[in-house]
């Protein structure tokens, strides 16, 4: 990273101190939730922020972030070309960007049917084939956590039956629950919710530890409820330039 560029060097004044206060807020949550020190991940959100920005990151030690458009994504992914950092799809997937997705992402913690993870589980099994990958791609399956089909999410009752395909499916590997909360809903009924979903995946399948829950405005409470990875993209970018899909 250049310091001689007075904008580069102000924006990583910026980006270290806001960083600096949110992993301070994350374990100040999870000692007030009585939780193990530790037991949080932050997963900075990208999304609609340049690349160079994730390189000042990157430079502050960051290994880990979430993009939510794959076209955005793989972009900077291939920009920025680390050899240390795993990518993390958090936003809808439609089927057709399978294949792109998954030559660089290391999780997608969006899939919500059986035909997404069908068609992603032939995209890894391909790009393990052609070495374009060396690990299954880790899998969220992300939960509905109201009766509105246009937030994604599947819906509950269905939840172990897509559990159950994605754990069998060679090119997948199931990693654990993700979910966006409903805005009309207090925050704490939702995410109270989500971790019953989550134990009851959990007693099926024991490895899908991983509960994503939790950003900017409302991670306090989702670590309250068993959060393991908050994505947080404004608290730590700043507002973003243009309205979030
Ligand atoms: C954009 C986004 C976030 C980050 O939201 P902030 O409120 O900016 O922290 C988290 N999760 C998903 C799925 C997102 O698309």
Known sequence: ????????????????????????????AVETAGRP????????VTKFFPAADVAILHALGRREFGESREQEASAKVEELAFDDVEWHMIGRLQRNKARAVAR?????????????ANALDRAAQDALAAGERIA??????????????GRGGVAPPDLLTLADL????????????????????????SFANLATLHTSLLAQHAGATELSAGMSGDLEIAVEHGSTCVRVGTALMGARPITSA
């Open 136 to 149: 299954p791609l880790r899998v969220l399956l992300q939960v509905s956590l109201d009766a509105d089909p």
């Open 166 to 189: 994605v754990a069998k499916a060679p090119g997948l590997h199931l990693a654990g629950l993700m979910a966006i909360p409903p805005l009309d809903v207090a925050s704490h009924v």
């Open 1 to 28: 990273m250049s310091t001689e560029n007075p904008a580069t060097a102000a924006r990583t004044a910026e980006l270290s101190a806001r960083l600096d206060g949110l992993l301070a807020r994350i374990d100040a």
């Open 104 to 116: 660089w992402a290391h999780t997608v913690a969006s899939v919500d049917s059986e035909r997404l």
């Open 37 to 44: 020190a530790g037991s949080v991940r932050l997963l900075p």
